[in-house]
């Protein structure tokens, strides 16, 4: 969901801002804020993900490591 459906969501609120923009201009700006927003949190979920899986992986390799010795 966060690396595919709420992304395109946002570009497509992009685009629909930028071609709104010449009649509706608050809105088309409301838009790209709102898109602005929404990227911003993917982007600081799918980070966190990333660190949360290689801290895990991490950790489970390493105590896989010690228990072979």
Not at 19 to 43: C, K, N, Q
Request: hydrophobic content about 55%; cysteine-free; charged content about 15%.
């Amino acid at each position: 969901m966060f690396h595919f459906l709420l992304p395109f969501a946002a570009y497509a609120t992009l685009a629909v801002s930028a071609y709104a923009a010449r009649s509706h201009a608050g809105a088309a700006l409301l838009g790209v804020g709102a898109t602005v927003l929404l990227l911003l949190f993917i982007g600081i979920h799918n980070a966190w993900d990333a660190v949360t899986y290689h801290v895990l992986v991490k950790k489970r390799g390493q105590h896989e490591a010690g228990e072979r010795r």
